[in-house]
């Protein structure tokens, strides 16, 4: 695939359009895809924001970096030092330190130098290619000044209904579910899938999970990283969100090794019909 050319409108956001499908992305808003339509309807939705809970995290589609989902306490340890990161979801650190801060425009990508909060330094970027039937978003996590852990996702909200009336579901179908314990802390696996509706995160997923509305467009989630999380608790919209490693991978020593020179690369590749 050739690189997005972005068309940038008066109040900021970049576009591409081909063809039937099109996309918005807003580099103020955490450098979000706020929107994608394909076929003239969007199927990017959002949700009510919950309090306590970091607003931004409610709507578009957005990378979650250097770290997903929760932290426990905001803590980790790497190459024998400690490490402490500042929490914004009751006690933890939630989804990373990029979905709330003003991205740049890097010719044709995004681009965000990490703030304090992350103590290792670093930078993000974000390359978005758009054909008629395919969108892939690339993460890369690099740090050319030392060594450390990190971990990419993304956090795509799906609508439920679209605007001709269509409903949603989805197919996935993952091996292990995360236990969690009562701060959402996971704390071990059992096979399958379990209980539902889902808000848990997932791995050795048997297919790329296909996400349909009624009106009979469907897209699959290509598979690209090991590990899930799935949202299905919420009003108006969903997540299916691929992840490069586990939940709380920092604390547990799961992250993958960044160093200069060896980038940690993670998509969001999406296909449609």
Same mark, same amino acid.
């Given at each position: 695939?050739?690189?997005?050319?972005?068309?940038?409108?008066? !109040? %900021?956001?970049?576009?591409?359009?081909?063809?039937?499908?099109?996309? *918005? *992305? !807003?580099?103020?808003?955490?450098?979000?895809?706020?929107?994608?339509?394909?076929?003239?309807?969007?199927?990017?939705?959002?949700?009510?924001?919950?309090?306590?809970?970091?607003?931004?995290?409610?709507?578009?589609?957005?990378?979650?970096?250097?770290?997903?989902?929760?932290?426990? &306490?905001?803590?980790?340890?790497?190459?024998?030092? !400690? #490490?402490?990161?500042?929490? $914004?979801?009751?006690? &933890?650190?939630?989804?990373?330190?990029?979905?709330?801060?003003?991205?740049? @425009?890097?010719?044709?990508?995004?681009?965000?130098?990490?703030?304090? @909060?992350?103590?290792?330094? %670093?930078?993000?970027?974000?390359?978005?290619?758009?054909?008629?039937?395919?969108?892939?978003?690339?993460?890369?996590?690099? $740090?050319?000044?030392?060594?450390?852990?990190?971990?990419?996702?993304? &956090?795509?909200?799906?609508?439920?209904?679209?605007?001709?009336?269509?409903?949603? $579901? #989805?197919?996935?179908?993952?091996?292990?579910? #995360?236990? +969690?314990?009562?701060?959402?802390?996971?704390?071990?696996?059992?096979?399958?899938? %379990?209980?539902?509706?889902?808000? !848990?995160?997932?791995?050795?997923?048997?297919?790329?999970?296909? *996400?349909?509305?009624? $009106?009979?467009?469907?897209?699959?989630?290509?598979?690209?990283?090991? &590990?899930?999380?799935? +949202?299905?608790?919420?009003?108006?919209?969903? +997540?299916?969100?691929?992840?490069? %490693?586990?939940?709380?991978?920092?604390?547990?020593?799961?992250?993958?090794?960044?160093?200069?020179?060896?980038?940690?690369?993670?998509?969001?590749?999406?296909?449609?019909?």
């Amino acid at each position: 695939m050739s690189g997005t050319v972005f068309r940038e409108r008066p !109040d %900021g956001l970049l576009e591409q359009s081909t063809g039937a499908s099109a996309i *918005v *992305v !807003d580099p103020l808003d955490g450098g979000r895809l706020v929107s994608l339509r394909i076929g003239g309807l969007e199927v990017l939705g959002g949700t009510a924001p919950v309090p306590g809970r970091p607003q931004q995290i409610f709507h578009g589609s957005f990378v979650m970096a250097p770290f997903v989902g929760r932290t426990a &306490h905001g803590r980790f340890s790497f190459e024998g030092q !400690d #490490y402490r990161m500042p929490t $914004n979801f009751g006690p &933890h650190a939630m989804h990373g330190f990029g979905f709330d801060r003003p991205w740049r @425009r890097d010719g044709e990508e995004l681009a965000l130098d990490l703030d304090e @909060r992350w103590p290792l330094g %670093g930078s993000v970027h974000q390359r978005f290619e758009l054909t008629e039937t395919r969108l892939v978003v690339t993460a890369t996590l690099r $740090n050319e000044q030392r060594r450390m852990p990190g971990i990419l996702g993304f &956090h795509p909200w799906f609508a439920s209904t679209l605007a001709d009336g269509s409903a949603a $579901n #989805y197919d996935f179908e993952p091996g292990i579910r #995360y236990l +969690c314990d009562d701060e959402g802390i996971p704390v071990g696996t059992i096979p399958g899938g %379990g209980d539902r509706p889902w808000d !848990d995160s997932f791995a050795e997923v048997a297919a790329d999970p296909v *996400v349909r509305w009624q $009106n009979g467009l469907e897209i699959t989630i290509a598979r690209t990283g090991s &590990h899930w999380i799935v +949202c299905e608790t919420m009003p108006d919209a969903f +997540c299916v969100e691929p992840l490069s %490693g586990p939940v709380n991978g920092l604390a547990t020593g799961e992250a993958t090794t960044v160093s200069p020179g060896h980038p940690l690369v993670h998509s969001l590749d999406l296909r449609w019909s």
